[in-house]
């Protein structure tokens, strides 16, 4: 069993920068993606990063990319995301997830990640 949880969220205002944080607590060694999802009200959850836990290729959304930074530090087991350049359309609960699947149908596929953490919250204000 995975336990996911997030830290770091908080409001800042547009162009400032924030760090999300995800510890995983138990079995991980067995996980071939951990991503960061953000979902805002009203609408679908959706894929920001996601990093092969074990190739470390990397992944984003055409939305932040060049802004957003994903990371692992497996010593720590923690994945982070570190948020750049931030905009008022950035504000949403952000879930850090972890899949123990192989082919969960894509790094941004809701559906492929078994593991999810309770959510954090990030508001940027214009």
């Known amino acids: 069993q995975v336990q996911l949880v997030e830290s770091g969220g908080g409001s800042v205002q547009a162009g400032g920068s924030l760090r999300l944080s995800c510890a995983a607590f138990?079995?991980?060694?067995?996980?071939?993606?951990m991503g960061w999802f953000r979902q805002a009200p009203g609408k679908e959850r959706e894929g920001v990063a996601a990093?092969?836990?074990?190739?470390?290729?990397?992944y984003y959304a055409d939305s932040v990319k060049g802004r957003f930074t994903i990371s692992q530090d497996n010593a720590k087991n923690t994945l982070y995301l570190q948020m750049n350049s931030l905009k008022p359309e950035d504000t949403a609960m952000y879930y850090c997830?972890?899949?123990?699947?192989?082919?969960?149908?894509?790094?941004?596929?809701?559906?492929?990640?078994?593991?999810w953490g309770q959510g954090t919250q990030v508001t940027v204000s214009s």
């Open positions: 990093i092969h836990t074990t190739g470390g290729n990397t």
């Open positions: 997830a972890l899949t123990t699947w192989p082919d969960g149908g894509g790094w941004n596929a809701v559906s492929g990640y078994n593991y």
């Open positions: 138990g079995y991980t060694y067995s996980s071939y993606y």
